[in-house]
């Protein structure tokens, strides 16, 4: 399972773009990069999914450089509710037993 | 809603004593995940299982156990209850054994 390692916390102003980057240099060729978000006291829930380049949905967007040794949540205009913890997992799609690290806390200031 | 269906929603326990936490599955999804989230900690996973076989294992305790029945759903016993087993378990599920999993709303326990 690749080690990920992201900031512990993070400060932004609503309206700002948040970049999250998480690191994961051991990566193996059949991972995938995948997003949660967790508000207090609830389940995650999943936010994005990649394996390269760039995917986006309608709430954020994932950059995976060609290495795929890192990649970056993006979340556009945050708002107050954005404050939450993000997760960066890495993983086969099948096979994986979904381990969480530390994740980011961002908090999103008015 | 994430279709992941946890009960009870609380429980209030004394050491000593054996709980028992159900997990209902998204419709379809074979995977069955069981976490520990103490107070200001991260997510521990417990356990995993896929169509009624442990499939991975966490950090669960020996005096914790887990079953996935033929109908998928899964259950999630503590027994011999600590005041540190006071945490937020969390049942999610996935469609295979992959990253993306939906997460029920919890079951917070508290052991007095």
């Known amino acids: 399972l690749a080690k990920t390692t992201q900031p512990i916390s993070m400060d932004s102003y609503e309206g700002q773009e948040v970049n999250i980057t998480c690191s994961h240099n051991?990566?193996?060729?059949?991972?995938?990069i995948t997003w949660y978000q967790q508000f207090p006291s609830q389940g995650p829930r999943f936010i994005i999914q990649g394996y390269k380049t760039k995917v986006t949905n309608e709430v954020a967007s994932l950059f995976i450089p060609a290495d795929r040794k890192s990649s970056t949540l993006s979340l556009p205009r945050v708002s107050l509710s954005d404050t939450a913890v993000y997760y960066c997992?890495?993983?086969?799609?099948?096979?994986?037993?979904?381990?969480f690290g530390a994740g980011t806390i961002l908090r999103v200031k008015s | 809603d994430s279709g992941v269906t946890q009960t009870p929603k609380h429980l209030i326990t004394a050491t000593g004593q054996r709980v028992t936490l159900r997990c209902s599955p998204r419709?379809?999804?074979?995977?069955v995940y069981w976490y520990q989230q103490s107070l200001d900690q991260g997510l521990q996973f417990l356990i995993q299982y896929y169509n009624g076989e442990e499939r991975a294992k966490g950090n669960i305790l020996e005096r914790f156990s887990a079953q996935q029945f033929p109908d998928l759903h899964s259950e999630l016993n503590l027994s011999s209850l600590e005041l540190g087993d006071s945490a937020l378990y969390f049942c999610?599920?996935?469609?295979?054994?992959?990253?993306?999993?939906?997460f029920g709303q919890g079951t917070r326990l508290t052991v007095v």
């Open positions: 419709s379809g999804d074979l995977s």
């Open positions: 051991n990566i193996a060729t059949n991972d995938y």
């Open positions: 997992l890495v993983g086969a799609e099948y096979g994986n037993k979904l381990v």
């Open positions: 999610a599920s996935s469609e295979g054994t992959g990253t993306e999993a939906f």
